[in-house]
């Protein structure tokens, strides 16, 4: 899910390990649209994890202080910023001197549009001048990641970590290249904040098969301390509102994450116009394990806290 707004590798001696039993169970999502309501309902909160975006409107000049985010922090909330590994965004601070060419068609000038999400591109995500805008201080600016852990952010959550999954197309070989390029970038981003921070946080979105395309998943999941998943019980080909429809595969996936590297797993569902199927949900969800939020696609904060 990303916004709806109009390399190297990092090496480190540091030991990961999933904290389950210590992250809320209770969790927000929001990623626009911040209206002193919604703000309120953050600051009010309690033993939640909050995943946010670093900026109110998406901008640098927005970006939340770090007085806000220690606001937001109290009452033992975790607070956690959205990063896009996958797709570059035209409205963040690096768009301006961003390198067109790692586009993924740069022939046409905005190749590898997002086609769901205006102002969103994919990229070449595996190449060094892309990582380093998340892992590298420049002559003139931090890294990403090290500007979200100065806001006094937890962690990060990561979108996009997906895009490696159409190369299964292109052949076993390809794949398994591709599939590794992601890996190593989401291990270098955590092992950068756990090097400025020790109690960093990295969540992933989506993904899932990264329990069957690598030989050794746990080298993928011991960098990671929670998964976030999209639409597992209400897939469908509306935007919002799609029956209850689970998707056999990634529940499957979701368990065996579950189950085999205890990770905990929190669940969201775009049915906010759907309150009939709010109880079915939460009791699929907590059968399987995961934690249920049930919000709009867009993320604007029109949240509900089902139990």
């Known amino acids: 899910m990303k916004k709806l707004l109009t390399a190297g590798i990092f090496t480190a001696l540091i030991t990961f390990c999933a904290a389950a039993s210590s992250l809320p169970k209770k969790w927000g999502y929001q990623l626009q649209n911040y209206t002193p309501e919604s703000v309120a309902t953050i600051k009010s909160s309690t033993n939640t994890l909050w995943i946010i975006d670093y900026s109110k409107d998406g901008s640098e000049i927005g970006k939340w202080t770090p007085a806000e985010i220690a606001v937001f922090k109290q009452n033992g909330n975790v607070i956690v910023a959205y990063l896009s590994l996958g797709e570059a965004e035209n409205f963040r601070y690096y768009y301006p ?129 929670g998964q976030i998943i999209e639409s597992l019980y209400h897939i469908g080909e509306n935007r919002n509102d799609n029956p209850f429809n689970p998707d056999k595969w990634v529940r499957e996936e979701v368990e065996n994450i579950v189950s085999n590297f205890n990770l905990p797993v929190y669940s969201v569902e775009y049915i906010s116009g759907r309150p009939q199927d709010h109880a079915k949900y939460v009791k699929e969800a907590k059968k399987d394990g995961v934690f249920p939020l049930v919000a709009e696609r867009e993320l604007a904060g029109q949240l509900l806290f089902v139990k």
């Open 97 to 225: 001197s961003f390198d067109k060419t790692l586009l993924t068609n740069p022939s046409t000038g905005n190749g590898g549009i997002d086609g769901e999400w205006e102002g969103n591109f994919e990229v070449k995500y595996w190449m060094p001048n892309w990582q380093a805008i998340f892992l590298k201080d420049s002559l003139t600016q931090e890294s990403y990641v090290k500007r979200i852990v100065g806001q006094g952010f937890d962690g990060v959550f990561l979108d996009r970590v997906d895009v490696y999954e159409p190369y299964e197309e292109k052949g076993e070989d390809v794949f398994k290249v591709k599939t590794k390029q992601m890996v190593d970038f989401v291990k270098n981003i955590a092992a950068l904040g756990k090097s400025l921070n020790p109690n960093f946080k990295t969540f992933v979105q989506n993904a899932t098969s990264f329990t069957w395309s690598l030989e050794n998943p746990s080298s993928f999941y011991d960098y990671v301390d």
